[in-house]
């Protein structure tokens, strides 16, 4: 029983350093799980939010080709209203799904900056649906639609802690 007595502190040392180290590799793979978890969402947030830009780009695409037509807008390859509207059709069936996804993986900041910029473009789809002749009202409506995606873009960069990015403004020729 002595000699047991006598082994007795090293046999706790080696219990408390299994444990010890047991603990140090639960913890260690847990953080690595929560990183690579964060990774994935991480991720996934990018392309809803890279998607969602797309379709509603294409829309605003749509619109400036519609509004030169009308002649307020100087985009080169003009679309008549009749052959825009399964065109805009196709665009706002595709920015739906976006648009849920959007509100489903995004930050709250993201779809507040996200229904701004979607407002302004419907704004513009309004001006075209009375086939408003008035280049000035329609470079500010422009205006405010480029200051919306700029805001997406910002949010996004602040959401995904992204550095600063390009502003994507570049001179248009006034009509």
Same mark, same amino acid.
């Given at each position: ?30 953080? @690595? ?123 996004? @960069? ?18």
């Amino acid at each position: 029983m002595n000699a047991f007595i006598q082994q007795l502190p090293a046999l706790i040392g080696v219990v408390i350093g299994a444990l010890g180290s047991y603990l140090a590799i639960v913890r260690g793979d847990r953080a @690595r799980f929560d990183r690579e978890r964060e990774a994935r969402w991480e991720e996934r947030r990018l392309t809803v939010y890279a998607e969602y830009a797309r379709t509603l780009k294409k829309s605003v695409t749509l619109t400036y080709r519609v509004a030169s037509h009308f002649g307020n807008d100087p985009h080169p390859h003009p679309l008549s209203p009749a052959e825009a509207a399964p065109l805009m059709a196709e665009a706002t069936a595709e920015g739906d799904p976006a648009g849920e996804a959007l509100l489903l993986l995004g930050s709250a900041q993201v779809v507040d900056k996200a229904r701004v910029w979607v407002n302004a473009m419907m704004e513009m789809q309004h001006f075209l649906r009375v086939e408003t002749l008035d280049p000035e009202a329609w470079h500010a409506l422009m205006e405010r639609q480029r200051d919306g995606r700029a805001g997406y873009y910002s949010a996004v @960069r602040d959401d995904l802690a992204l550095p600063p990015g390009n502003s994507a403004r570049w001179s248009v020729p006034q009509v």
